[in-house]
């Protein structure tokens, strides 16, 4: 079956612009993370869905970041008035009920 | 609060030897689990083994073990056999809790290089 999908792949985009970035988990899939890697903070945690609501907000790195999910299913992070240290790739990640994790391929974003 | 360490930023092993890469957690939690990610140079995270505390054997997937001692708090991956396609970062992480949906504490991994 499907994986999980990420969009866009990458994003360039200027400071202090707002951005979204789409997550697709694998269907059936109740639990939804959001985790960020770059190179200075290693991957970082920043916010877990089970279903529609966030029990677990405590990695959003300010009130510029928010996340939504809807219907159980897609998630969108976004992230306002972007600044040159929100670069870096954002990984997405869907699981069942416990035990693994499967990440999608991420979105690199850019800020210049 | 979870903490993960990984010790080795970089191995350099032959092909076809046995690799051990090394991993030990922190926890104040009686209940909580461990996991390795293989991430390749095309950035997607794999999962490739997991391990719950209250979990009596070590855990294996294939040529992946996973060498767990609670006393000492480590986590080892181990891979047999190492191929080419073995070349990446590995990721140690932990969760909170053995059962349940909870987010992945992280180390700094490790880069593995397979040398032909």
């Known amino acids: 079956g499907a994986g999980v999908s990420q969009s866009p792949s990458n994003k360039v985009t200027e400071k202090g612009k707002d951005v979204e970035l789409r997550c697709d988990p694998i269907s059936g899939h109740t639990a939804l993370y959001w985790y960020r890697q770059s190179l200075g903070q290693g991957l970082e945690f920043l916010i877990y869905?089970?279903?529609?609501?966030?029990?677990?907000k405590s990695g959003l790195p300010s009130d510029r970041f928010s996340a939504e999910r809807t219907g159980g299913s897609v998630s969108t992070l976004t992230i306002q008035r972007t600044q040159q240290e929100d670069s870096a790739v954002y990984l997405c990640?869907?699981?069942?009920?416990?035990?693994?994790?499967?990440f999608g391929p991420g979105t690199r974003l850019t800020v210049t | 609060a979870q903490k993960i360490t990984q010790t080795q930023p970089g191995m350099f092993v032959q092909e076809k030897e046995a690799v051990t890469l090394d991993c030990t957690y922190d926890t104040s939690d009686p209940s909580y689990g461990l996991f390795w990610y293989k991430q390749p140079s095309s950035g997607e995270m794999i999962f490739l083994i997991y391990q719950g505390s209250y979990d009596q054997q070590n855990a294996t997937e294939g040529r992946y073990s996973l060498n767990f001692q609670k006393a000492r708090k480590s986590a080892n991956l181990v891979i047999s056999a190492s191929q080419l396609g073995d070349s990446a970062m590995y990721f140690c992480?932990?969760?909170?809790?053995?059962?349940?949906?909870?987010?992945?504490?992280f180390g700094t991994g490790t880069r593995l290089t397979i040398i032909p």
């Open positions: 869905f089970q279903g529609n609501s966030a029990p677990d």
């Open positions: 990640a869907s699981s069942l009920y416990s035990g693994e994790q499967y």
């Open positions: 992480a932990m969760t909170a809790h053995s059962f349940g949906n909870e987010k992945l504490t």
